[in-house]
Nanobody, 128 residues
Framework: VQLAESGGGLVQPGGSLRLSCAVSGLSGNTYGIGWFRQGPGKEREGISCLSRGDDTTYYDDSVKGRFTISRDKDKNMVYLQMNNLKPEDTAVYYC??????????????????????WGKGTLVNVSS
């Protein structure tokens, strides 16, 4: 299994970005997948997730109403549309999945060190 994020960059406050996560080695919606981020001097945190099977979504309160997670099963891509970005959204963003943990309830609250597969991350810098 390999994950590769893209789409990060420098954006002004109030702007938008769409992050992409290319997934290889898994298919369809047979896996749960989450977006995580790590800001400067902060711990890595889960911010959004799609559950295995029914694609139930999860959003942390910090991004609810601004970010939207989606999946293109045919392309094996997962996206994070980020609108109304704020300086506090500045972070390295990662997608991650696990062969056992498929529900967002588990993926978002498990220790990040316990998740099996991670991408290398993409940097989002929100600054004027």
């Amino acid at each position: 299994v390999q994950l590769a994020e893209s789409g990060g960059g420098l954006v002004q406050p109030g702007g938008s970005l769409r992050l992409s996560c290319a997934v290889s080695g898994l298919s369809g919606n047979t896996y749960g997948i989450g977006w995580f981020r790590q800001g400067p001097g902060k711990e890595r945190e889960g911010i959004s997730c799609l559950s295995r099977g029914d694609d139930t979504t999860y959003y942390d309160d910090s991004v609810k109403g601004r970010f939207t997670i989606s999946r293109d099963k045919d392309k094996n891509m997962v996206y994070l549309q980020m609108n109304n970005l704020k300086p506090e959204d500045t972070a390295v963003y990662y997608c991650a999945t696990d062969s056992i943990m498929g529900s967002c309830t588990v993926l978002m609250h498990a220790s990040t060190s316990s998740l099996e597969y991670w991408g290398k991350g993409t940097l989002v810098n929100v600054s004027s």
